[in-house]
């Protein structure tokens, strides 16, 4: 059986430094998703890790199992990721957490396409009854040119790296485009929050290298 660990094979992406922004070309990748609003220590919020999961867990087993018309391959499930914006974005600036965006989403196989999604999705509805009314996604997201590092500690300190990042790119005569992404490498509903691991990345446009 083929197994496949995406710690390994995609480290630049997964694993960057604690001490220094780095940039990085992100691939194209079949994320699924779901699309919400509003705080994110909301009931919504935890409903759509609990759909998110519980497909993508449905969807390995299947996999490890052959059961899809593929080779069996087994693999670690990706971690959560968030990309955030607002309307206004001094939102963000004042906490003001109700008028706050958020696209919850895990990446998946390059080889999942959106028909094992759905068989998968069917099997998981009897696990967990909310999938059959979210409003789930399954598409390929596009970042490319990335500003990320790995920050260490609780969302509600983020601010000061957040702007370094900024910094970082516009020290590149770059100009910030996209969204605000984080990747959640710690279960942040059962970690302390000074040992939150949180990858934090934001995708701009530069002529220039580093």
């Not at 396409?113 to 059959?132: D, F, H, S, T």
């Not at 996209?178 to 959640?184: L, P, Q, V």
């Not at 040992?195 to 580093?210: A, G, M, V």
Request: proline fraction near 5%.
């Amino acid at each position: 059986m083929k197994k496949i660990d995406y710690k390994k094979e995609l480290k630049h992406l997964y694993k960057p430094s604690a001490k220094n922004i780095v940039t990085v070309d992100v691939p194209d990748m079949n994320f699924l998703m779901i699309d919400g609003h509003g705080d994110p220590k909301g009931k919504n919020f935890e409903e759509a890790i609990n759909i998110l999961f519980t497909i993508s867990y449905t969807l390995k087993f299947m996999i490890k199992k052959g059961g899809l018309e593929i080779p069996e391959i087994d693999y670690n499930v990706r971690p959560l990721e968030g990309l955030w914006w607002a309307d206004d974005m001094s939102d963000f600036v004042t906490g003001n957490k109700e008028k706050w965006k958020w696209t919850l989403m895990i990446a998946q196989l390059d080889i999942v396409e959106g028909r094992m999604i759905e068989e998968a999705v069917k099997k998981a509805q009897k696990k967990n009854p909310l999938i059959l009314s979210s409003k789930w996604s399954y598409k390929k997201y596009c970042e490319g040119k990335s500003a990320h590092i790995m920050y260490i500690g609780p969302f509600e300190d983020e601010g000061p790296t957040i702007q370094s990042i900024h910094q970082y790119i516009k020290d590149l005569d770059g100009k910030v485009s996209g969204k605000h992404h984080e990747i959640y490498l710690s279960d942040f509903r059962r970690t302390a929050p000074d040992r939150l691991k949180t990858i934090i990345r934001q995708p701009f446009s530069s002529n220039k290298t580093h």
